[in-house]
C-alpha cells in the first residue's frame, strides 16, 4: 500500500481501474436492478441455426458464412506473407508458419510410428484442420461480431413464426381456404406470444440505458384484446368473409407498421415498476452480420465430415477394398456372431466420431459466444476483457484437439487387424 501511495502513477492507474469498475457495474444489468443501468443494452437475439443477411442470386447468405469467409482470406494473407520472400533463416510470419509445420510434421511422425514416410499421408490434412479451425475461432470474437447487424421488423418476424402455426392449421383443418388459415394462425400466434418482447430501435441503433427491462411487449405493437380475436375466430369458423373484418385489417396495419404505439410498465405491482414510452419508434430484432462460423454446426458438421471422408480414404488406400472394409463387415461363420457384432459396432463408431467430432466444437465455441454476451450484459465496459483471452486460448486448443483426433482416427484406419492385434497384447 506505501508504494501505491508514494507513486503516482500507479496511484492513478489504481484509482482508474476501480472508476471503471464502478460505473461498468453501475451502468450494466445489475445496476439496472437499483434503477440505473445507463451503459447497458438488450441481450442480441440469440439463435442455434445461423441467420440470413443477404440473398446473392437465390443464394441465402448466412452470417456464419461471411465470418468464415473473412478466416480463410486472413488464414491466405498470413500464408502469403510468409512465403512471399523466404529467407534461410526465418523471421516473421515465415518463422511462425515454419514453427507450426515443424511442430505437427515431429507430431504426426511419432503418433503414426516415428517414420517421416508413415505420418507423411496425415500432415496436409492435419495442418490445415488446425490452422483453418483456430482462425475461424479467433476471428469469431473480434468487436462487432454479434453486435452490429440488421433489424428483423415485427413483419418478418411474424412471417417467420407463422409458417409453422399455418402447416398445423392446415393440418387440422385441411377444407380452410389459404385465407381461413393465415387468419387463424395469426390469432393463434398473437395468443402465444402477445407478451413476447421485442427491442425498440431510435433509428438504427438501440440507445445506450436500453437493457432487457426496456423490451417493448408485443402487445403494444400490435393492438388488439382477446375479443378481437375471438372475433376473427368465429368469422373463420363459419366462413365469412375475411377482407373487410375491421379488427384482422387493424392488427395487419400494425404488423406492416412496426412501430410502438404506446407506453408500457416494467414489473406492473412491484416496488420498482417502471414506464417506458417508445411510442413511435421501430419495434424489432437485431439479427447480426457477422457471427463466428463455428458456432454454427453446419460449418463444424462440414469439418468433420471432411476430417472422417479423408480418414476412409486413408484407410481403403493403405489397406485396400477387402482389408479395409474387413475391419466392419465380418463374416460370422468364419469369425464367429461376436467379431460380426463387434465389425457392425466399429461402423457405428466411424459415423459416432463424425457427430462428436462437430457438436464438440459447435458446443465450446456457442457457449463462449454466449458466455461473451453475457459478460457485455451484466459488466458493459471490461466484462468481457478476461474472457477474451480465455476464447483465444480456448479457440486453439478446440482447433489442436479436432487435428489430433483426426490424427488418431486415421492412424487407426491405416492399421490392419494385426497391427491391432500385437498392440492389445503388447499391453
Known sequence: MGKLLSNPKLLVIAIAAVAVLLVSVAGGALGASFGLGFLGGPIPFISVPAEQVA?????????????????????????????????????????????????????????????????????????????????INWVGILPGVGSIGKIESIEQWVQHHAESIEEEVHADHPDYSDEQVEALALVHLLEEHGTEPFVAFDGAIVPLGRGEQARVPLNKIISFISDDLHHIEEAVEHGDDLSHLEALENIHQDIEAGVVKSSFIYNEGESN???????????????????????????????ALVAMVTVQLWGFKALGFKGYSGKFLVNPITKGPIATFIG????????????????????????????????????????????????????????????????????????????????????
Not at 482470406?73 to 514453427?99: H, T
Not at 511442430?103 to 496436409?124: C, E, I, Q, W
Open 55 to 135: 440473398s446473392i442470386g437465390g443464394y441465402p447468405l448466412l452470417n456464419s458464412t461471411i465470418m468464415f469467409w473473412v478466416g480463410g482470406l486472413a488464414l491466405l494473407f498470413v500464408a502469403w506473407r510468409a512465403g512471399r520472400k523466404p529467407k534461410d533463416v526465418p523471421s516473421g510470419w515465415q518463422n511462425l508458419m515454419e514453427m507450426i509445420y515443424e511442430f505437427f510434421s515431429n507430431t504426426v511422425d511419432g503418433v503414426a510410428g516415428g517414420t517421416p514416410k508413415a505420418g507423411r499421408r496425415f500432415l496436409l490434412l492435419i495442418t490445415t484442420i488446425f490452422l483453418v479451425v483456430m482462425i
Open 273 to 303: 415498476a417502471k414506464t417506458y414510452d417508445f411510442t413511435g419508434q421501430t419495434a424489432g430484432l437485431l439479427i447480426p452480420y457477422l457471427r463466428g462460423a463455428s458456432t454454427d454446426i453446419n460449418t463444424t458438421l462440414a469439418i
Open 344 to 427: 457392425l459396432l466399429e461402423g457405428f463408431g466411424e459415423i459416432t466420431r463424425t457427430i462428436s467430432f462437430a457438436f464438440r466444437l459447435f458446443g465450446n465455441m456457442f457457449a463462449g459466444e454466449i458466455l461473451l454476451i453475457a459478460m457485455a450484459f451484466l459488466l458493459p465496459l471490461i466484462g468481457i476483457i478476461p474472457f477474451m483471452g480465455l476464447e483465444l486460448f480456448v479457440g486453439v486448443i478446440q482447433a489442436y484437439i479436432f487435428a489430433m483426433l483426426t490424427l488418431v482416427f486415421g492412424v487407426m484406419a491405416v492399421a490392419s487387424h494385426g497391427d491391432h492385434d500385437s498392440h492389445a497384447e503388447d499391453h
